[in-house]
């Protein structure tokens, strides 16, 4: 479309993933096996949590939180992926686009407000065992969740917007199989500074803040079960935080790699792998990662399924 001599894109090509053709129908198996699992397992967290009484509690309405987090965070991304490969169009209108992005940015900022709030209900629970049902109330966890996702929506509504008023001229081309706020700023004509502004300053948010929140909570919990000679309980409560810590490792390692530490030579295929981790792998695993580690959710699984063969 042409304005004021000047050409306005009303579209974007998405680049893709860089799989030969003759894999493309395998990787194709690959990715859509993972999306499913993704769905499948989070929808069985989700689940339990609601059918489980013993499950009521704080830890797991963040638990349950987060899974659907990671369902929206993968479904956002991986049907426009599993489309893509198997057409010749890779094209996204500029409103798709721009939902995509803001919907990514909601779901991705939120894990981390939600990580950040779980490393608080570990902390309290393993600093102040015999407060923590007073301080852990109903009405605080609805509060937080509040807060967490309002703060998120209006913190990814911010950016939507402020990209919203660029022009995007000739090159049209996202280097991603998504639509990325960094590979969007860089295909601009129009000045960026502003939103290159508004990231870093808010950009401590979602991610600075957050993660040295989280830091600073294990600190105190390892200084407190120090002080404690028991090697059984020092072995419960790193087997209690050992799900959250693999969560927390596996979402900011692909952050950092991802968009702090991004490719020197502008490899694409590195930051190709890691957007894959972050957005396809990640939610796939943490499911696992909880389910496995977890006695209370293989119980509720099997309660479950025993109600289940009994009632048949």
């Known amino acids: 479309m042409i304005m004021n001599n000047k050409t306005v894109i009303s579209q974007f090509l998405l680049l893709g993933l860089p799989i030969p053709p003759e894999h493309q129908h395998l990787f194709y198996a690959l990715f859509l096996a993972m999306y499913l699992i993704t769905v499948l397992g989070n929808l069985v967290i ?3 949590i609601i059918l489980d009484s013993h499950l009521h509690m704080p830890m797991y309405l963040f ?8 369902l929206c965070f993968s479904s956002v991304t991986m049907p426009k992926l599993l489309q893509n490969m198997q057409s010749e169009d890779t094209s996204i209108p500029y409103a798709g686009c721009l939902t995509q992005m803001y919907f990514l940015m909601v779901f991705g900022d939120m894990e981390s407000f939600l990580l950040v709030v779980m490393a608080y ?3 309290v629970a393993i600093c102040f065992p015999l407060h923590y049902t007073s301080i852990m109330s109903p009405k605080l966890c609805v509060c937080l969740m509040v807060f967490c996702w309002v703060l998120t929506i209006l913190y990814s509504m911010l950016h939507t917007l402020l990209l919203a008023r660029l022009s995007f001229c000739e090159n049209n081309l996202i280097p991603q199989f998504f639509c990325d706020i960094s590979a969007l700023l860089k295909l601009a004509c129009s000045d960026t500074y502003i939103n290159e502004l508004m990231i870093f300053i808010m950009g401590g948010l979602v991610s600075v803040i957050p993660f040295s929140l989280i830091i600073v909570s294990y ?31 596996l ?9 702090i530490f991004p490719s020197a030579n502008n490899s694409t295929v590195k930051d190709t792998v890691m957007a894959v981790m972050c957005t396809v ?11 496995l580690r ?10 479950v399924l025993c109600k289940k063969k009994i009632s048949l």
């Open 46 to 48: 989700i689940i339990l």
């Open 63 to 70: 638990l349950s939180n987060l899974s659907f987090s990671d």
């Open 121 to 123: 209900d570990r902390y």
């Open 219 to 249: 600190v105190k919990i390892v200084c407190s079960i120090l002080k404690v000679s028991s090697a059984r309980v020092i072995h419960k409560v790193f087997s209690t935080c050992g799900s959250h810590l693999s969560v927390v490792s």
């Open 251 to 259: 979402f900011y390692g692909t952050i950092i790699a991802l968009y």
């Open 281 to 291: 792998v990640t939610p796939m695993l943490n499911p696992f990662i909880y389910s």
């Open 294 to 303: 977890n006695r209370d959710m293989k119980e509720a699984l099997k309660n």
